[in-house]
């Protein structure tokens, strides 16, 4: 008769991972969590802020009298309503992205749920990269959502020139703003901080950017402040991939929000693992 094994002769030693490589499973686990928890109110967090960036258009297009209007950008002409779109549909990708990561660990903590997030078997890295994929995924819903209504909104030119440019820089873009938003709900303790950070940070950087105005008309000094800002290379680079020019060198500004990425990236990483506001 073989003699049974005895209780726990097969488990490993305390402190020996038993998930040696990367958790695909609970990653994507984490990952369609945050995806679903957007959709399952895509009447606000998707239509919404399409309605609401689709307003800006029709603003400065027709209320305003925009609708002959003409911007000179590195010497071309370009009609202002082809000038503008792409970067109203980068500010509403960057704007969600910044709003779905900043939510996530910040309710959690206000809840006290945040233990879902501590618990399960996820490294540090995993959990950063399903919270940042989750906001560039609602960032690019939102950026497809605005781009289908302008492309049907009448006097409107939204026809892609450089596929790579707005993919490259819509990530580049999405994946800042969602460090930004975990970096937020890191620190914050409540639902005004992380409001105070999009009102006095995330607004006015982006409204500043050059989203309806071309930085060469600004006086030197601006021009400077306006370089100073990550958002500026952000809709500089997205709009050159509609329109085929651009108001900073494509390669600087790519340059530029990569590195910005990473360190913001390797931050926010090191506040997780040190449990910083989040662990007792």
């Keep these: ?113 945040i233990v879902d997030y501590l618990m399960p078997p996820l490294s540090t890295a995993e959990l950063l990269f399903a919270l940042v994929a989750g906001s560039v995924t609602r960032a690019f819903c939102v950026g497809a959502t605005v781009w289908l209504a302008m492309a049907l909104w009448p006097g409107v030119h939204v026809t892609p020139h450089h596929l790579w440019a707005i993919l490259w820089f819509g990530l580049l873009g999405a994946a800042f703003l969602a460090l930004l938003g975990v970096l937020t709900s890191i620190w914050a303790e409540k639902f005004d901080h992380a409001a105070a950070v999009t009102n006095f940070v995330v607004a006015p950087l982006s409204l500043l950017s050059g989203t309806f105005y071309s930085v060469e008309k600004l006086s030197p000094l601006f021009q400077t402040i306006s370089h100073l800002n990550p958002f500026f290379y952000i809709i500089s680079g997205f709009r050159y991939g509609f329109l085929g020019v651009a108001d900073s060198p494509i390669l600087l500004g790519s340059a530029v929000i990569l590195g910005l990425d990473i360190a913001l990236g390797l931050f926010c990483y090191w506040l997780l693992r040190s449990g910083w506001k989040i662990k007792s």
């Design 1 to 113: 008769m073989s003699s049974q094994p005895e209780i726990g002769q097969n488990l490993p030693e305390p402190g020996v991972p038993v998930i040696r490589n990367v958790n695909w499973g609970g990653l994507r686990t984490l990952y369609i969590k945050e995806v679903r928890r957007f959709f399952k109110v895509q009447l606000q967090t998707v239509w919404a802020p399409a309605v609401t960036t689709l307003l800006f258009l029709v603003i400065f297009t027709v209320a305003l009298g925009g609708g002959g209007r003409m911007v000179t950008l590195q010497g071309q002409e370009i009609h202002f309503a082809d000038f503008i779109a792409p970067g109203l549909i980068v500010m509403g990708m960057l704007q969600n992205a910044f709003a779905n990561a900043s939510f996530s660990l910040l309710v959690g903590k206000i809840q006290g749920t």
